[in-house]
Each structure stands twice: as structure tokens, then as C-alpha cells.
């Protein structure tokens, strides 16, 4: 029943943007954040964004992605602007359960940056 979907992903030009979606379901999510990962390289931190609001974002996003949530649907965003090939990665939506602080991992979804 736990369940964190991801959507969204795409093949865009650099440049472009692209809105990520991820749907919390069979808990209740605390704090949610995305990580990316590209091939060869390690799962990193993109932005997480707390119960209360309160968001952080890595020093290669800033200025171009906003996290944002809206709770009465138990979902977490991610707006993408100013793409660069170096974006390229699989996004990953990640969660904490209110419930009994359970660690939650969706399944990814691939976002492709072209020149």
C-alpha cells in the first residue's frame, strides 16, 4: 500500500524546463526531497523540502529549481528551468512517514537533457 510515484520526466533541450511530480500514498510523508542520479556517479541531493516548508536545495540547482509541496494531496514538485546537460540523471522522489519514520524511495524517473 505504501506506494511514491514519480512523474514527469522527459527529453528536453537545454534551456528548457520540466516539472517533476511525486504522489505520497499509504503514509503520511514528513519531510520529501528529490536526488538524482547519473550514470557512474553517486545518488545526490537535489532539494528537500520539510513539513514546515522550510527547503534546501543543492549549490548545482540554485536559482534554477524550486521544491515545492502541497500536503492536502501528500505530493512533492520539483520545477526544473534553465536545464543543463549536466541535469541529466534519474530523479528519485524521497519521503519520511509521519506514521513510524519510515524512509521511502520512489522509483525514478529519467530526465534527459539535449543540446
Known amino acids: 500500500q505504501v506506494q511514491l510515484v514519480e512523474s514527469g520526466g522527459d527529453l528536453v533541450q537545454a534551456g528548457g524546463s520540466l516539472r517533476l511530480s511525486c504522489a505520497a500514498s499509504?503514509?503520511?510523508?514528513?519531510?520529501m526531497g528529490w536526488y538524482r542520479q547519473a550514470p557512474g556517479e553517486q545518488r545526490e541531493l537535489v532539494a528537500i523540502?520539510?513539513?514546515?516548508?522550510?527547503?534546501v536545495y543543492a549549490d548545482s540547482v540554485k536559482g534554477r529549481f524550486t521544491i515545492s509541496r502541497d500536503n492536502a494531496k501528500n505530493a512533492v514538485y520539483l520545477q526544473m528551468n534553465s536545464l543543463k546537460l549536466e541535469d541529466t540523471a534519474v530523479y528519485y522522489c524521497?519521503?519520511?512517514?509521519?506514521?513510524?519514520?519510515?524512509?521511502?524511495w520512489g522509483q525514478g524517473t529519467q530526465v534527459t537533457v539535449s543540446s
Open positions: 499509504g503514509f503520511s510523508p514528513g519531510a
Open positions: 524521497n519521503a519520511r512517514s509521519r506514521w513510524n519514520a519510515g524512509l521511502y
Open positions: 523540502i520539510t513539513s514546515g516548508g522550510t527547503a
